[in-house]
């Protein structure tokens, strides 16, 4: 699997579940930007992509101490402006898809009615 993000990235929340006893300071389709991502080492969850977000300071772990824990990067999805591009992406094999963000819809043209 491919990475699909980069710092100052926007971002969707998709998985904002908690197990047990934990608190989480994201809401599911909530969206926030990417301030750092790399691998992070956690004593429960194994090595897994972590991504730290701007506004958001995790603080000090009180169970394993680790400071600003991030979270899984499997809970977001990136934003993308382009809904033409994300079609486009079908067309070239293994290039990771992105849902599009909810855009206003345009007017179509109207054509004016020709007098007789």
């Known amino acids: 699997m491919s990475n699909q993000f980069y710092v100052g990235q926007q ?5 904002a579940k908690v197990g047990h006893e ?3 300071e994201i ?3 909530g969206v926030y930007q990417i301030r750092w991502i790399g691998m992070f080492n956690h004593y429960v ?8 977000l701007v506004g958001i300071d995790r603080g000090e772990c009180k169970h394993f101490g680790y ?4 979270y899984m990067a499997t809970r977001f999805r990136p934003l993308v402006n382009d809904r033409l591009g994300s079609l486009r992406a079908l067309l070239v094999p293994g290039q990771p898809l992105a849902p599009s963000v909810e855009e206003p819809r345009r007017q179509a043209d109207v054509k004016e009615k020709e007098d007789v």
Do not use: K
Not at 11 to 15: A, H
Not at 67 to 70: L, Q, W
């Open 67 to 70: 400071s600003d824990t991030p």
């Open 27 to 29: 809401s599911e389709g």
């Open 45 to 52: 969850h194994g090595d897994y992509l972590g991504v730290r």
């Open 11 to 15: 971002v969707q929340c998709i998985d």
């Open 22 to 24: 934990q608190y989480i």
